[in-house]
């Protein structure tokens, strides 16, 4: 967390270090949060935002960024699918496996049976569901080439959005000196949605409105 919160100091540390190897980094980053059903701790939405401010101050390309970066969440949410087919069923019944938290399965899996497949699309939006959505639908046994579409759409979409945003924003007074509450609103706003489900659920286990 502390290193999510301090990103915009970090995120030049890495460059200076590490040059452009940096982008393979972040990469990386992105297709575990996506790809691993064992990693949806990572950063995301608030990452994507701050890499499209440094692209803005021209410390990173903007082209390479979006590219690859949907690249990374698309093939990511390829393996998960994939993972999801062929194994997923095996790992929710054996009971001595401890990577994988099955509470996390089930709240990605009520968003699915709500929403459908369009959960695809709407969970690249929710840290911690979008790190299982492909994952159930791959367990459901969702049609590859339906999973296909809504998963281009939807990691497109992702990465454009926060990206973009990072782009066109970062570069103001108002964002820079405020990086660190701009985290932890994005945060806390892509959260909401799950709250609001965990409260709904709890509402209509105890009767309560």
Not at 7 to 30: N, R
Not at 121 to 130: E, H, K, T, V, Y
Not at 186 to 207: D, F
């Amino acid at each position: 967390m502390d290193y999510l919160l301090h990103f915009d100091t970090e995120l030049p540390k890495l460059f200076l270090t590490y040059g452009a190897w940096v982008y393979a980094i972040v990469f990386t980053i992105v297709f575990c949060e996506t790809g691993l059903v064992v990693t949806p701790f990572l950063p995301g939405d608030s990452m994507l935002f701050a890499l499209g401010a440094f692209a803005a101050q021209g410390s990173l390309s903007i082209g390479v960024l979006a590219a690859g970066l949907a690249a990374a969440a698309i093939l990511g949410n390829m393996v998960n699918y994939t993972i999801g087919r062929l194994i997923g069923q095996k790992l929710l019944d054996n009971p001595r496996q401890k990577f994988f938290k099955k509470a996390h399965y089930e709240k990605a899996h009520a968003y699915y049976e709500k929403h459908g497949a369009v959960a695809i699309i709407l969970s690249r939006f929710i840290p911690i569901i979008r790190s299982f959505a492909p994952f159930v639908a791959g367990v459901a046994k969702m049609g590859k080439r339906k999973f296909t579409l809504y998963n281009l759409i939807g990691g497109g979409a992702w990465v454009a959005l926060f990206l973009g945003c990072g782009y066109f924003l970062g570069g103001t007074p108002w964002v820079k000196g405020h990086f660190k509450l701009l985290t932890v609103i994005i945060v806390i706003v892509s959260l909401l949605p799950v709250a609001w489900e965990i409260l709904k659920s709890k509402w209509g286990s105890t009767g309560k409105p």
